[in-house]
């Protein structure tokens, strides 16, 4: 019983003592991230070179003698790419917005990447769902005479130019909760009343 209550006991403590290295080992992951995507980082200095690479060399991909040319052959082909997709999309509104929005960080750019994604993935749901789901029952002059200022954001902005993810950022960023049911509702009617005068 003793020997069974040492063996535990000596588990816990390692496992604990474990969890506190990973711990330190992602902090540490968290803090070389962010110089990574800073101007001179790593990440950002390589994405840059991959941009004027590709603008060099069009095509899907790069040559692989270019690559080898320039020795980044010796970088995982998954950390070009994703220091490439930063370089280029690392300004956009939905990167800095989920940037920003995480608590903790992030520990690579994949885990940026699929952050990313999901995010845009939520936006573009919200947004079939705000356009599917309300307005019911409201006639058309009325959905055309709310959504011609609804559909503009604060700084004048057309919702109808955006994508899905950039319509939810814009309206979250500038209109109070109520005012943002209230959008949503117009531009759902909108577009139903768009389509049934297609259909008509």
Not at 103 to 109: I, Q
Not at 118 to 143: P, Q, T
């Amino acid at each position: 019983m003793t020997t069974n209550t040492n063996t535990v006991t000596a588990t816990v403590t390692e496992g604990h003592e474990l969890a506190a290295l990973w711990a330190k080992r992602e902090a540490a992951d968290r803090r070389v991230f962010k110089r990574d995507i800073a101007d001179g980082g790593f990440d950002n200095r390589l994405g840059k070179l991959l941009v004027q690479l590709y603008a060099e060399n069009p095509g899907t991909y790069l040559d692989k003698a270019v690559v080898r040319a320039h020795k980044l052959d010796v970088i995982p082909g998954q950390r070009r790419s994703d220091a490439l997709w930063f370089a280029r999309e690392g300004e956009s509104e939905l990167v800095q917005g989920v940037l920003k929005a995480s608590k903790r960080g992030f520990t690579s750019l994949a885990a940026l990447k699929q952050a990313c994604d999901k995010a845009a993935k939520k936006a573009e749901k919200d947004a079939k769902v705000a356009s599917e789901g309300e307005g019911e029952g409201a006639s058309e002059g009325a959905s055309e005479g709310a959504s011609e200022g609804a559909s503009e954001g604060a700084s004048g902005v057309n919702f109808a130019d955006l994508a899905p993810h950039e319509v939810v950022a814009l309206v979250t960023r500038n209109f109070t909760v109520e005012a943002q049911a209230e959008i949503a509702r117009a531009i759902a009617m909108n577009v139903k009343a768009k389509a049934a005068r297609k259909a008509a």
